[in-house]
């Protein structure tokens, strides 16, 4: 897919990744843009959720990863040697598929990062992030009464929102989300979506999902992985109404996956 002269927030160039000897990701190419919601679709073990965490360096953390080619994120490579991948993370957002609270509090789950990297102090400061956090969330009008007590505490769905306000609490550039309502109820799952919708005005969303009706709900634009390799790229209109590759069409059709 053409560049179409939207502002370009993250490319990926030649990248390949390797888990010991089994080629995970084969030449990747992809240009994602600012303030969108992209879907990376596919059938399990494609690639999707290995090629999300390229973004944020979190396949550094298996040893046996040897990742090659760019990652490039407002003109920087984020392999390039003088790069801390810790700093990465924090640009980088992550929710994952079953949500994690800290087993903190609903207050000390939002603001634990921040204080960590010195971006507030205790106290006023950290009250206000907490509270715009979880507004940005849409979860402050149901735990502000009750920011003392455990994250864990919540509901499924306002776990999930939980996880994603202390996401946007360390005020990241791209939020990548991985399945992120895959273990969530239809209701829940709708919030969901509407909160992506309205985060992307901010932010620059990646998401993983096997849901065909969600990337065709949210997302700006679609990338359906196959074996490792990234086999269409477009809008998501193109790419489940006019499909250029036949292993897509089968795909978005039902006929594997």
């Known amino acids: 897919m053409k560049s179409n002269g939207e502002n370009i927030k993250l490319v990926a160039r030649d990248l390949n ?4 000897d089994h080629q995970a990701l ?3 190419n992809i240009e994602v843009y600012k303030n969108k919601i992209t879907a990376l679709i596919g059938p399990s073990g494609c690639g999707k959720s290995t090629f999300l965490r390229c973004i ?5 953390l298996i040893e046996i ?8 994120i407002d003109g920087k490579n984020i392999y390039d040697k003088d790069v801390d991948e810790v700093a990465v993370r924090k640009r980088v957002g992550m929710v994952f598929q079953q949500p994690n609270p800290f087993p903190k509090s609903i207050y000390e789950n939002v603001v634990y990062a921040p204080l960590k990297h ?3 102090k205790k106290g006023p400061e950290s009250d206000e992030l907490v ?3 979880l507004k940005a969330a849409g979860l402050w009008n149901e735990v502000k009464d009750k920011l003392n007590s455990p994250g864990t505490s919540l509901s499924g ?3 999930q929102r939980l996880c994603i306000a202390r996401a946007v609490a360390v005020k990241p550039d791209v939020i990548l989300m991985d399945e992120p309502t895959s273990a969530l109820d239809p209701i829940s799952t709708q919030v969901i979506e509407e909160l992506m919708l309205s985060l992307k005005e901010r932010f620059t969303i990646v998401i993983v999902t096997h849901n065909m009706q969600q990337a065709h709900r949210i997302a700006d634009y679609t990338a359906h992985f196959h074996l490792g390799k990234l086999i269409e790229y477009d809008t998501t209109s193109n790419i489940f109404d ?4 036949s292993v897509t069409r089968d795909y978005i059709g039902g006929l594997f996956g």
Do not use: A, T
């Open 131 to 133: 509270e715009v956090s």
């Open 242 to 245: 006019k499909p250029g590759n």
């Open 118 to 120: 010195s971006m507030v």
């Open 56 to 60: 944020n360096r979190m396949n550094d």
């Open 157 to 159: 769905g306002q776990q």
């Open 65 to 72: 990863v040897k990742v090659d080619g760019d990652v490039v």
């Open 26 to 28: 084969q030449d990747i």
């Open 17 to 20: 990744l390797h888990y010991g």
